[in-house]
Each structure stands twice: as C-alpha cells, then as structure tokens.
C-alpha cells in the first residue's frame, strides 16, 4: 500500500542516532577493562531506559522507544567485537595498548600524560587518546628515553617518554 493512503498519525518518525566513533574496517576493536566496563555499564542503562519507556506507555514512547533501541543494537556490535587487552600481558618497557605515558614537551618546557585507549573510550578531558590518533601510533613502540616528533596543523612538537606504566 503507498504510503499516500495512510493517516498522518500513522507515519513512523525515523530517530536520528548519532553513530559510536569510528573503527575502520579491518580494525580490531581494543579495549581495556575499564572501557569494556563503561560500555557494560552504558549498555545496562539503556536496558533500564528501554523498560522505563515501554513500561510507561509503549505506544505514545514509541518514537523514543526505537530510538534507545537503534542505540542499544550499535552498543551491542560494539560490545560483541570488543577485544579486551590485559594490562599485565603488555610488555611493560614499551609503549603498547592501554599504556599511560609520560612525556616532555620541549617547546613548553611541561609534562603531559595520556592513556592509550579504545575509540569508544578515549576522551581527550580525561588524557585518554584513541589508539587511531595520530599520538598515539607515534607513541607505539616507543621506549623511556625515545623522542617522538608530532606534525600538528600548528607545527612540528618535540617530545621525549618519560615513564610508562600499565595501571
């Protein structure tokens, strides 16, 4: 039947939900423990949204309904292809997955620290960067000691690793 012969009432509004960062194709999808949690955590509470919506009224929450529905099925994707890295099975003298290092920034003269997170984790606020940022693949691999040099729009930044540490 064309959609012309049915109430306005009637038509399904399409929710709009943001996609989860982006993983690239072919890309495993780390974690730590403490990202795993926090999407375990966010997963219990859009089950608990869901049943509130549907427990109120699931025909007049509909819209809302489907929209903690679209958002629970990107959650579980996530969920299912997430690959949980062990902290204690890092090398520990290297910059790896899940490391928090330190370094020196040379133009400024500061120490700056940042955890080596997953995309869905990773939240410059809290100094977590994605593995797929460009700090982080100069990072990997790195030692206490090494330089890194970081080509950003505003220029060249010097930095030397001064303390890695797998928390």
Do not use: W
Not at 5 to 15: A, G, L, S
Not at 29 to 36: H, I, K, P, R, W
Not at 126 to 154: E, M, Q, R, Y
Request: hydrophobic share 35%.
């Amino acid at each position: 039947m064309s959609r012309g012969f049915v109430r306005e009432d009637d038509q399904e509004e399409t929710p709009l939900v943001t996609p989860r960062a982006s993983l690239p194709d072919g890309i495993d999808n780390y974690v730590t423990a403490n990202g795993l949690k926090e999407l375990e955590e966010e997963q219990d509470l859009l089950k608990k949204e869901l049943k509130t919506l549907i427990d109120q009224s699931s025909e007049v929450n509909r819209v809302q309904i489907n929209y903690i529905s679209a958002k629970l099925n990107l959650l579980l994707e996530r969920l299912n292809s997430a690959r949980l890295i062990e902290m204690s099975s890092q090398v520990q003298d290297k910059i790896l997955f899940g490391a928090t290092v330190t370094l020196f920034k040379e133009k400024e003269k500061s120490h700056c620290q940042y955890q080596i997170v997953g995309v869905d984790e990773a939240n410059f606020s809290k100094n977590k960067i994605s593995f797929l940022s460009p700090l982080a693949k100069a990072l990997i691999n790195k030692k206490v000691g090494d330089t890194i040099l970081l080509k950003t729009p505003k220029g060249e930044r010097i930095m030397k690793v001064e303390a890695i540490d797998y928390l």
